[in-house]
């Protein structure tokens, strides 16, 4: 499993926690910023991080090493908000839109999934079909805890058929 744009580490902890310990699992986490080696409830032993750019360099120790054997991508990338609305909801597709590509050209198994997080906007309907393009499943998802004047969205993808 591998988690992009990992800083502070959220998905990470829901990764561990979704995953046995016993079960022989990696997880990693990739952001341009340096994550603390002390995440509660994050395994140090089945879990690494990187400090690296997915845009110029995937770190060595997953790709080519690991291509196309994740069997889930997660991507909670979100660029510095500016407080206008239709910038920042096109920048977060933007970074999932990146993330996306490169999960389905380089970093999912078969029947892999796909999580991203962004802001509703106009390219959402698209990247939605996009996705049914390639995975069995997608649902956008918008938690519970998130604030009701939130445009925050969880995009879903399950049975990638690559």
């Given at each position: 499993?591998?988690?992009?744009?990992?800083?502070?580490g959220?998905?990470?902890?829901?990764?561990?926690?979704?995953?046995?310990?016993?079960?022989?699992?990696e997880?990693?986490?990739?952001?341009?910023?340096?994550?603390?080696?002390?995440?509660?409830?994050?395994?140090?032993?089945?879990?690494?991080?990187?400090?690296?750019?997915?845009?110029?360099?995937?770190?060595?120790?997953?790709?080519?090493?690991?291509?196309?054997?994740?069997?889930?991508v997660?991507?909670?990338?979100?660029?510095?908000?500016?407080?206008?609305?239709?910038?920042?909801?096109?920048?977060?597709?933007?970074?999932?839109?990146?993330?996306?590509?490169?999960?389905?050209?380089?970093?999912?198994?078969?029947?892999?999934?796909?999580?991203?997080?962004?802001?509703?906007?106009?390219?959402?309907?698209?990247?939605?079909?996009?996705?049914?393009?390639?995975?069995?499943?997608?649902?956008?998802?918008?938690?519970?805890?998130?604030?009701?004047?939130?445009?925050?969205?969880?995009?879903?993808?399950?049975?990638?058929?690559?």
């Amino acid at each position: 499993m591998i988690d992009l744009g990992s800083f502070p580490g959220g998905f990470v902890q829901v990764l561990n926690e979704r995953t046995n310990d016993k079960e022989l699992v990696e997880i990693f986490g990739i952001d341009l910023q340096a994550m603390s080696l002390e995440i509660p409830f994050v395994d140090r032993k089945r879990t690494q991080f990187f400090v690296s750019d997915i845009f110029n360099d995937m770190p060595s120790e997953i790709l080519p090493k690991r291509e196309k054997q994740f069997s889930l991508v997660t991507s909670d990338m979100m660029s510095k908000t500016t407080g206008v609305h239709e910038t920042d909801a096109a920048n977060s597709l933007e970074l999932c839109e990146v993330a996306f590509r490169l999960s389905i050209e380089r970093l999912l198994m078969r029947n892999g999934g796909f999580v991203c997080k962004m802001f509703e906007n106009n390219g959402l309907k698209k990247f939605e079909v996009d996705a049914r393009g390639v995975f069995e499943t997608v649902k956008l998802f918008r938690p519970e805890a998130s604030r009701k004047q939130s445009r925050e969205i969880f995009v879903v993808c399950s049975g990638f058929k690559g």
